[in-house]
């Protein structure tokens, strides 16, 4: 089975910086997209970046010019480095992947247990 295990969690002040790392392991076969959403509290869960295995990127407009989705195909791991970060951007963070088994079957999507990142003004 897939797990994703992510890292890299805590608390900074407003401006400062963290890198957030997402690291999958189990039978892949093919990955589609890798990407982090964030859900602050009392709110629904929101797309903020996303990567696929060319290297097209994606960004929620709230993010963009601050924050930077990366990949590593080696170690099946993506990375958000967030810069300038705001209070806004207090929230949980999940990873999220797309991938397929074998090379004619459906993708399957798989999240990972997410990391807290808070903000402080």
């Known amino acids: 089975q897939v797990q994703l295990v992510e890292s890299g969690g805590g608390l900074v002040q407003a401006g400062g910086s963290l890198r957030l790392s997402c690291a999958a392991s189990g039978s892949i076969f093919s990955i589609n997209t890798m990407g982090w959403y964030r859900q602050a509290a009392g709110k629904q869960r929101e797309l903020v970046a996303t990567i696929t295995n060319i290297g097209t990127t994606n960004y929620a407009d709230s993010v963009k010019g601050r924050f930077t989705i990366s990949r590593d195909n080696a170690k099946n791991t993506v990375y958000l480095q967030m810069n300038c970060l705001k209070p806004e951007d207090t929230a949980v963070y999940y990873c999220?992947?797309?991938?397929?088994?074998?090379?004619?079957?459906?993708?399957?999507?798989?999240w990972g247990q997410g990391t807290l990142v808070t903000v402080s003004s």
């Open positions: 999220n992947l797309d991938y397929r088994r074998g090379m004619w079957s459906t993708y399957l999507e798989v």
